[in-house]
């Protein structure tokens, strides 16, 4: 079915509304993107989760039909990533990474981001927090650089340069292309000091492996350590963002989650179906002529998997709009397949240490503005709030 712009203001502005009309006319949408690209939506979540482990379908930029400009051209030094590969080479840095991200460690840096998020809340004063401010942006930010070892004083800028790099606006190709040049020089730097004076995290360790087992490019090395620092961050910072909204907007399960009656974990999950960080995941390309839905996607032809949408199809989820942490999640937030997202752990453990002190400490929390005054990101990538006003 031929969509006129999935990329309006009105669909970003209320895209649950919006992704249930289109589910409801079909499971595959044709659209174009701002600089003309055709591409393939993927509404419903039946199609969605078979679509994101579908092997007729490539990471690979290369197997692009068109090559537009909007949100797709990154510069060699930071395509080399995970994202944009497919076996083997997905296959071989994904393991290289894998053990920095397994239960065991994730777990162990638990006491580590309890101090960060007691820190943080100590410092929030007042009555009336901003709570993205306050503590959903601060927490991953310092957890993922602490991982990587990058030091803080070097960390000011990030925040501007992921905007630019989710942000919609006209002229946002112009911006996007600036904040990757600043990141690829931040990181090189970051990078040449550690070969000179490697220390005890993980891009010291990818160097190690660069350097003496020729296991990664010197591109892979740039591009891989540009993927840990922007998704450990940039999702992290919506999930707890999202979780705490969704508290504020159904009380009961607050207080429940603050009695220790519902189990964090039930939150998170629910969190990420409701309003998933990632709107949409990570575009592929038909490696053949695929029929997906009853929809023909011809060779080359770009896919996007709305999550947001799959994560609330009526015939997958009853009462889907509800936030409803008792549900059977399913979600597909997170990925399926060889592409499962490699930091959920670490994601799911800050937020649930987040969202589980928060609401302990400050049990009277209250959402300090209407809910038709808050603010949304305005992007098609993503679903996060510019600013959370709570009381307590």
């Not at 509404?43 to 690979?60: G, I, K, Q, V």
């Not at 936030?323 to 990925?335: C, K």
């Not at 800050?350 to 209407?370: F, G, H, K």
């Amino acid at each position: 079915m031929k969509l006129s712009n999935l990329f309006s203001e009105a669909l970003m502005a209320d895209p649950h509304e919006g992704f249930r009309h289109l589910r409801a006319a079909g499971a595959v949408h044709e659209s174009v993107t701002p600089d003309g690209e055709a591409v393939w939506v993927i509404t419903r979540y039946a199609e969605a989760r078979d679509a994101l482990a579908d092997s007729r379908l490539s990471l690979n930029k290369a197997n692009a039909r068109t090559r537009g400009e909007y949100q797709s051209s990154m510069p060699p030094e930071l395509d080399a990533h995970l994202l944009n590969m497919d076996a083997p080479d997905h296959t071989r840095l994904r393991r290289l990474v894998s053990r920095a991200f397994t239960p065991r460690r994730v777990e162990a840096l638990r006491p580590h981001i309890q101090r960060h998020v007691d820190e943080l809340l100590d410092a929030a004063q007042g009555s009336e927090v901003d709570l993205i401010a306050a503590l959903a942006e601060p927490l991953p930010m310092g957890v993922i650089c602490d991982l990587l070892g990058i030091p803080a004083g070097d960390r000011s800028d990030f925040r501007a340069w992921t905007s630019s790099l989710m942000s919609p606006r006209p002229g946002a190709a112009s911006e996007s292309r600036a904040a990757m040049k600043n990141m690829y020089q931040f990181l090189a730097s970051i990078l040449e000091d550690k070969r000179r004076h490697p220390t005890d995290d993980l891009l010291s360790d990818l160097l190690e492996s660069h350097e003496e087992h020729d296991r990664l490019t010197a591109a892979e090395l740039v591009s891989l350590s540009f993927l840990l620092l922007f998704a450990g961050y940039d999702n992290a910072v919506h999930l707890i963002g999202n979780g705490v909204l969704g508290l504020l907007l159904y009380p009961g399960h607050l207080k429940s989650l603050g009695d220790g009656h519902l189990p964090s974990r039930l939150v998170i999950e629910e969190t990420l179906r409701w309003n998933p960080p990632s709107a949409l995941g990570v575009r592929r390309f038909a490696l053949q002529d695929v029929t997906i839905g009853g929809t023909e996607i011809p060779t080359g032809g770009r896919v996007w998997i709305a999550l947001i949408s799959a994560n609330r199809d009526e015939a997958q989820f009853e009462a889907p709009d509800d936030f409803n942490p008792h549900r059977n999640p399913g979600h597909l937030s997170f990925g399926h397949g060889a592409h499962y997202c490699l930091g959920a752990s670490l994601a799911r453990l800050e937020a649930e240490i987040a969202l589980t002190t928060l609401v302990r400490s400050r049990p009277d929390l209250t959402l300090a503005v209407e809910p038709d005054e808050l603010r949304w990101w305005p992007s098609f990538h993503k679903r996060g709030l510019q600013e959370l006003p709570a009381r307590w």
